[in-house]
């Protein structure tokens, strides 16, 4: 690719803005980029199984491509078959994510239009943010706040009681199911609280910080809370269902801030009523968003409910554009490409 001949595309939504791409890029690429900025035409759409969800601005994204950009930075930008077919002049697509859910890849490929992705950006803020809704469902911090902020209240009082207190980390024995990027940084940041960490993923090897069990049945008995980090895949959607919650001592605390179909709602939503489970903390959900229907709402006082907030930082947004401009770098300059998927 030549100096000055690099035309970019910088397809941002509110939360990956447009001006961050620019910025991005601009400071890693050695050539003159001339950048297009969409203003706020494409909204954050939400987890998506395939671009279609987002077809609605396929019509911008073509007319923004009209006049023959080689390079699109996006976010959430639909980039399905009709969008590609129409672009010719695109050679390459970064996505500032964790993976392409918003492109369709086969098409891609077809169309000879190379593929990227923005690994590892929101890992440190879901850990933490996994971590604040651990504290939050065991010292039923949002109630609390609830009954003396919105009702003005001191019955909060009653969680002073022993029946009604909440848990402590130091020496809780809490099972993590997946030791990724994710899961590594929450069995760092209980370790240093004291409790006791207990990991399961058949995937990982190497030493880890807490103790290791061959087993999902082994972790859920020995645990007294659970968080869920595990990749969605056909093998581990519906991971945790009725009969899993029922291994897990009576109880016991959930927290899922990875992905809501890992989780069996129904079941969950069984646990707490019976009492099985004590509370639990949820940011993703088999449907996003939840349904004003959902059985969730319900069981506020043993709940903690976030809108999939988990990897939502600034760092994670500035993170993103720096790893999607660190790819258009490379590939202006003719240099591999880091994380490409075509």
């Given amino acids: 690719m030549t100096s000055g001949s690099v035309r970019v595309l910088a397809a941002g939504d ?8 620019r910025d991005a890029v601009i400071a890693q690429t050695d050539c003159s980029v001339r950048e297009l900025l969409l203003g706020w035409p494409l909204e954050p759409f939400g987890p998506v199984a395939e671009v279609q969800e987002a077809s609605d601005a396929e019509d911008e994204m073509i007319e923004a491509l009209a006049d023959g ?7 959430m930008g639909p980039v399905t078959g009709r969008v590609l ?10 996505v500032c994510r964790g993976g392409p859910v918003n492109v369709n890849l086969d098409a891609a490929e077809r169309h000879d239009v190379r593929v990227c992705y923005a690994p590892g950006r929101n890992a440190a803020a879901t850990a933490e943010f996994t971590v604040g809704l651990l504290l939050a469902a065991l010292r039923r911090i949002p109630q609390a706040h609830g009954l003396l902020a919105g009702q003005r209240s001191w019955e909060g009082a009653a969680y002073y009681t022993y029946e009604h207190s909440g848990l402590e980390l130091e020496d809780l024995p809490v099972g993590l199911v997946g030791y990724g990027a994710v899961g590594s940084r929450v069995a760092r940041a209980l370790c240093a609280f004291g409790a006791r960490v207990i990991v399961y993923d058949p995937y990982v090897r190497g030493e880890i910080h807490g103790l290791r069990v061959d087993s999902l049945d082994a972790l859920l008995r020995r645990s007294r809370v659970i968080t869920l980090h595990a990749r969605l895949t056909p093998e581990t959607r519906g991971l945790i269902g009725a009969r899993e919650l029922a291994l897990l001592p009576e109880g016991s605390v959930l927290v899922n801030v990875a992905r809501g179909p890992l989780l069996d709602e129904e079941a969950l939503c069984d646990a707490l009523e019976s009492g099985r489970l004590s509370a639990a903390a949820l940011d993703t959900y088999a449907r996003e968003p939840l349904p004003p229907d959902s059985r969730l709402h319900a069981l506020a006082d043993r709940v903690v409910l976030t809108p999939h907030l988990g990897g939502a930082s600034r760092a994670v947004a500035e993170k993103a554009a720096r790893i999607a401009a660190q790819e258009v770098g490379r590939w202006a300059r003719g240099e591999p490409l880091t994380h490409a998927l075509t």
């Fill in 14 to 21: 509110h939360f990956v803005l447009p001006s961050l791409i």
């Fill in 69 to 75: 950009r080689e390079v699109l930075v996006t976010q």
């Fill in 85 to 94: 077919e129409a672009s010719p002049a695109l050679r390459l697509v970064v």
